[in-house]
């Protein structure tokens, strides 16, 4: 793919990459005074690559700056922190999420996330139906974005979903990845034009087929939850959607998903059949005031990005409690549990910087907490908040202050030591070299 004016990335004799150091050489009679790169040979993972950046010469923008260092250029010098995460804290797993926990440790505010958009005057609920027959769907939120621009995603998109582990197939595919990333809360994106204007949720038939979009036929059991398209399955909820629906280099028009699935049967069916970054998730819960901003922000971010236009409205179901879970509690227990004697207003500082909002009735303190924070369910739960915002180590550790008594054997055997001593003897203490039992 070299052709005149091309903008390449050029590795010039001297240069170390990950298959050895470039040198001047002969090839074909020519004196060759460098190599010109493709991705692969810049040692990024092969896996994270399309076919035409592992094989051919990577091409540069026009208006790439010659002599600029390509690795900057391209913002792939970043550096990736990796967390280690309890499997309790679902609400890390996401950036936003992220965000909120270094916010209160560093007592600093998280910036709003952007999920302003426009949309045309239709509305999708005229023309798209969705039917919800199973209990194991709480949430199912559907919006609508025509005539995307199928092309290749930003270059900063592409370095984070890489980041992340995960590997960038095109703007639109990208897109319901990154928010996922972003926020938290996955989604599946369905090309429009292959559905029936209708979404089914129920739970598939013994013995039912699907084709997901790893290409491997899945025959599926009564306890999987599937979205359908009012006559055969088309995904899998909260694992993995289907081949008959993707989105293609073709697609046009998108319905973007963003619902809340039984967290129980979510993990049964990704252990059996596939795990996935979307199950990871549906299994440790969800909170579904992020699956309204998903939602939201995935049109933005089509719009933006790929050029789509918005339908107005959405198609919705929701039987979640979208409510904050209220935890009444004492200074004094606070204390009591932790060994110290907060001032109030400390107490009231962590529960700020945490994002919980508090009523105070004397000694009492209802505290509501969000529902990102599925951890939290008990008074102990918020002992341990304070206590790790607080600090463990401004906790002063105190040895508890008891009398000690000798008991019987071991009176007896001083006892018998001191006598012992008493009549001129010695004790020696030695390593027990072989087993005494």
Do not use: W
């Amino acid at each position: 793919n070299v052709r005149k004016g091309l903008k390449v990335i050029v590795a010039l004799p001297g240069a170390k990459l990950p298959g050895g150091t470039i040198s001047k050489s002969m090839k074909r009679g020519v004196e060759s005074n460098g190599m010109l790169c493709s991705i692969a040979e810049l040692g990024l993972e092969s896996k994270f690559l399309n076919p035409e950046d592992k094989d051919g010469i990577h091409e540069l923008p026009a208006d790439a700056p010659v002599g600029e260092d390509p690795i900057k250029y391209m913002q792939m010098d970043d550096g990736v922190i990796d967390f280690e995460l309890t499997a309790n804290r679902g609400d890390l797993l996401s950036i936003l999420g992220m965000a909120y926990e270094v916010g209160a440790i560093y007592d600093k505010k998280v910036k709003d996330v952007d999920l302003s958009h426009g949309q045309n005057n239709e509305n999708i609920a005229d023309s798209f139906k969705l039917n919800i027959n199973t209990d194991n769907c709480t949430m199912f939120l559907a919006k609508k974005v025509e005539n995307v621009e199928i092309k290749e995603s930003p270059i900063f998109i592409k370095n984070r979903l890489i980041a992340c582990g995960i590997r960038p197939i095109n703007n639109v595919v990208d897109i319901s990845n990154y928010v996922m990333l972003e926020l938290g809360q996955p989604l599946h994106f369905y090309d429009a034009d292959k559905l029936q204007n209708v979404i089914e949720v129920r739970m598939a038939e013994n013995g039912e087929k699907l084709t997901t979009l790893d290409n491997i036929e899945r025959i599926l059991t009564s306890d999987d939850i599937v979205i359908s398209n009012g006559k055969e399955a088309i995904g899998l909820a909260g694992v993995m959607g289907g081949l008959d629906t993707e989105i293609t280099e073709n697609t046009k028009n998108v319905i973007v998903e963003a619902a809340i699935f039984n967290q129980v049967k979510v993990r049964k069916t990704a252990q059996k059949i596939v795990r996935s970054e979307a199950s990871n998730r549906f299994e440790k819960g969800l909170d579904p005031n992020r699956t309204y901003m998903a939602a939201e922000r995935a049109v933005k971010l089509l719009e933006e990005y790929a050029n789509g236009t918005v339908v107005g409205g959405t198609v919705e179901y929701n039987k979640e409690d979208m409510s904050d879970k209220v935890i009444e509690i004492t200074y004094k227990k606070i204390n009591d549990v932790l060994g110290t004697e907060l001032p109030k207003q400390d107490v009231l500082d962590v529960f700020r910087k945490l994002g919980f909002s508090c009523k105070q009735d004397g000694e009492k303190i209802e505290v509501s907490v969000p529902r990102r924070r599925l951890d939290i369910s008990i008074k102990e739960d918020l002992i341990e908040e304070v206590g790790r915002i607080y600090g463990v180590d401004n906790i002063a550790s105190k040895v508890p202050v008891m009398p000690i008594k000798l008991g019987s054997y071991d009176k007896t055997t001083r006892e018998i030591r001191h006598k012992m001593m008493n009549l001129g003897l010695n004790e020696t203490l030695s390593y027990v070299l072989v087993n005494t039992i």
